[in-house]
């Protein structure tokens, strides 16, 4: 028995995954050096601007907009100011800076390119049925393997790190802006088209705003797991605290891995309560 | 020329569409449909005509297939097969635009739950329909404004729909379909999630603005007392089915077949019948012709104590009672003119017997039944009882005195 399946040839799903890398990036390596040099000027940019902001200013700032944004509490206010504090006397301010803009690029980006694909799959069910595997697929697939790719067209550095972010954190705002939109009550829905909406008008002044808070929800999703890919994509050598934390690993220094570990979920839990409590303000 | 008219149209939903529509047309029913195809009858060959200025009620439990129909009728639904004109048009031969249009400038729908845009302001809500259409800012918010003030609304026209109650809220759909000031209202069970007396306000409020703005409206509703109310004619469905078209008295006094008649046991009868159902035929005296002595003769033929006062025109003017006419006798009148009471109160023939309850049993006498001052009827405690009480022997009685 043993015989005949060895006896099949392998097949060479590796060599042709290969070979369509290769193509790629023979053919498209002038788009891909573009975005390569674009994309790290323009996040440099952002990093030096963050980094020329005296930290205590930064430091007060966030902590005021999260006293406002939990209706004046000061719960998350004292954690955001203590947290940073914290980060900054460990000596990590500049990873933490960063990582911030390794966060808020893949975010921005995932969205952009989220949000239209959500809604083309809840206006069409054809799309859906098509798009939902691939999402499955993005989900499973160990975050690890985006790195090949993105190393392959963009080399390594920070824009092969939000490559890889993007495609990682894509799927939940996605998904939940067709979960938002196929949400909107029909009645609602029968509502505009009643009066004579178009589909733009129908989409904007009532699809949107209605499923806005599980859209939302999706994007805090996608900005917690562009987070969670900081540390990964140090491995290519994108900058911030996930750096901190594979030199530690790579070192065995148990200490620093814990600083810089718990400075990452310090922050990860200021972005998570904040973008929540921006959904519930009204 | 109706305003609306729907011809043979058929709504078929789920697989298997064209074999099911064949099923149509040999006119088998919708459970044979089902069994043999998979697929479910929305509507069912339904053909009618509804009139300018009319209401029209599409009345039938739920899973008639009335909401269906009402949604054929500004295509949020298509139809399988048939034809629907609105003046003439056939909207199911219209492209997109052109049945937009139709939409914004014909046509408004109020829903059931109201249907209201919960992130927009009341005001945002009425302007709705005018803001799609891509009127001014200015003139729509006065357009807006107008309406919510007519429905008595404007105070309230910066809250949100869910700070208001249930009647407000409906209040407010009816507005913002009147700001678009469109022909044809589409009401799909618009009053049915209210409370009761909330309810009976809103149709008369809907029947006081007919009265003022003479719409085309369609009134989905399940609940026959509201159908009878205020429907000027109605439409009866089961199984998508349309099983009668008449006005609320035809369809009492003339049920189609027993779906009907079982659907009409559940009638309160004193929302239905008139005054001149119940009424019965006066034993009068001319107060002209007759004297005392005529009238103790005819109280005792009949068996009455109390006889109407009628001139010879048959005016209405009066009554006399027995004791009064006695006297009168006794002191050797010829004429009962000096005998006539006037406290007797009257009532016109097409009032409805709800509406004169109180008038009864608060009367010490009988109530003349008064039209254009001519006396056609009496009303007289017991038999109007009587008639409120049991369906069939109440008609039957009732059919008996007049």
Do not use: C
């Amino acid at each position: 028995m043993s015989n005949i399946l060895d006896s099949m040839p392998r097949l060479p799903v590796a060599d042709l995954t290969e070979n369509v890398m290769d193509w790629l990036t023979d053919s498209f390596s002038p788009l891909f050096n573009f975005f390569q040099k674009g994309g790290k000027s323009a996040m440099e940019f952002i990093t030096e601007m963050l980094i020329a902001v005296p930290p205590i200013i930064f430091i007060i700032i966030v902590a005021l907009i999260a006293f406002f944004a939990t209706r004046r509490k000061f719960g998350l206010a004292v954690f955001t100011l203590v947290g940073l504090l914290f980060i900054y006397n460990q000596g990590l301010w500049e990873e933490l800076m960063n990582t911030i803009t390794l966060v808020i690029f893949a975010s921005i980006i995932a969205i952009i390119i989220g949000v239209p694909i959500g809604i083309l799959m809840s206006k069409s069910s054809v799309a859906e049925q098509i798009i939902k595997p691939i999402l499955d697929f993005m989900q499973t697939m160990p975050g690890f393997v985006y790195l090949i790719p993105a190393v392959a067209f963009f080399g390594i550095g920070v824009v092969p790190g939000v490559f890889a972010s993007v495609i990682f954190a894509l799927p939940p705002t996605v998904r939940f802006t067709n979960l938002g939109i196929r949400q909107v009550p029909r009645e609602l829905v029968e509502a505009a088209d009643s009066y004579g909406s178009t589909g733009w008008q129908k989409l904007i002044k009532v699809e949107l705003p209605l499923a806005k808070s599980t859209i939302m929800a999706g994007i805090n999703q996608t900005v917690l797991l562009s987070l969670s890919m900081v540390v990964i994509a140090s491995m290519i050598g994108a900058p911030g605290l996930g750096r901190e934390v594979l030199s530690a690993l790579q070192r065995a220094q148990v200490g620093n891995g814990f600083v810089a570990g718990l400075s990452l979920v310090i922050f990860a839990i200021i972005i998570d309560r904040l973008t929540q409590s921006l959904n519930k303000k009204k | 020329m109706g305003k609306i008219k729907v011809e043979n149209v058929t709504k078929i939903f789920g697989k298997h569409i064209n074999s099911a529509l064949k099923l149509v047309e040999q006119k088998k029913d919708k459970t044979e449909i089902l069994k043999q195809t998979g697929a479910t009858i929305g509507v069912y060959d339904a053909s009618f005509t509804v009139e300018e200025g009319e209401i029209f009620v599409i009345m039938g439990l739920s899973g008639s297939g009335k909401s269906t129909l009402v949604r054929l009728l500004n295509h949020l639904i298509e139809p399988t097969s048939g034809n629907i004109y609105i003046d003439g048009e056939n909207i199911s031969k219209m492209n997109k635009q052109q049945l937009r249009t139709i939409r914004r400038e014909k046509m408004s729908m109020v829903f059931q739950n109201f249907g209201l845009f919960p992130q927009r302001t009341v005001l945002e809500n009425t302007e709705y329909g005018l803001e799609v259409r891509g009127i001014p800012k200015e003139e729509r918010r006065l357009k807006a404004e107008k309406a919510l003030e007519n429905a008595g609304l404007l105070p309230y026209k910066d809250q949100y729909p869910s700070q208001l109650s249930g009647g407000m809220q409906q209040r407010v759909g009816l507005a913002r379909a009147l700001a678009n000031n469109p022909d044809i209202l589409l009401m799909d069970e618009a009053f049915s999630a209210l409370d009761p007396l909330i309810r009976k306000d809103m149709q008369d409020e809907l029947l006081d603005l007919q009265q003022k703005v003479r719409k085309t409206i369609i009134f989905i509703t399940h609940d026959l007392n509201e159908a009878l109310r205020i429907g000027d004619r109605i439409a009866l469905m089961k199984d998508g089915k349309i099983i009668q078209i008449g006005t609320g008295e035809e369809i009492l006094t003339n049920p189609a077949n027993d779906y009907v008649r079982t659907f009409l046991e559940d009638v309160d009868r004193s929302k239905v019948l008139t005054v001149e159902n119940a009424m019965i035929r006066p034993m009068s005296v001319n107060i002209e012709l007759d004297g005392p002595k005529v009238a103790l003769k005819r109280m005792r033929d009949e068996k009455v104590s109390v006889l109407l006062a009628v001139d010879k025109k048959r005016d209405y003017i009066g009554y006399i009672t027995a004791d009064d006419a006695l006297e009168a006798s006794k002191r050797g009148e010829k004429s009962v003119m000096n005998i006539v009471r006037v406290d007797m109160p009257t009532v016109p023939p097409d009032m409805l017997i709800q509406d004169v309850l109180g008038i009864i049993s608060e009367s010490p006498t009988p109530v003349a039944v008064v039209k254009d001052r001519k006396l056609v009827g009496v009303l007289i405690r017991g038999v109007v009882i009587q008639a409120l009480s049991s369906n069939s022997e109440g008609v039957q009685l009732v059919e008996q005195y007049t």
